[in-house]
């Protein structure tokens, strides 16, 4: 038995075959919707270790300047950002 890994894209299995099994060979697909090793929900001791860490973090306190330079920053980032919206698809319609 082998076992192959690949992704669905536009609703189809496009997998790579294997270069010792011929061409015509039926094959069997079984598809495994099992959530992976740490990734369900958190155990309840994990979210209290997780709670209370958080509460150990201290405010982020900025001066008047930091935050100033901060809020310009973001501003200059969003106006380029609007500017540019458009460049990076301008010739897929084309």
């Not at 536009?10 to 959530?35: C, K």
């Not at 973090?57 to 310009?72: Q, Y």
């Not at 919206?85 to 301008?90: A, F, S, V, W, Y």
Request: hydrophobic share 40%; charged share 35%; glycine share 4%.
């Amino acid at each position: 038995m082998k076992t192959i890994k690949t992704t669905i894209r536009n609703r189809r299995i496009d997998a790579p075959a294997p270069s010792d099994i011929p061409d015509g060979t039926e094959v069997l697909l079984t598809i495994d919707t099992a959530v992976a090793d740490g990734d369900g929900p958190l155990p309840p001791e994990e979210i209290a270790r997780v709670l209370a860490a958080m509460q150990k973090i201290e405010p982020f306190d900025w001066s008047d300047e930091e935050r100033s330079a901060a809020d310009a920053w973001e501003k200059k980032v969003n106006d380029y950002t609007i500017a540019n919206l458009d460049k990076g698809i301008e010739d897929v319609f084309r």
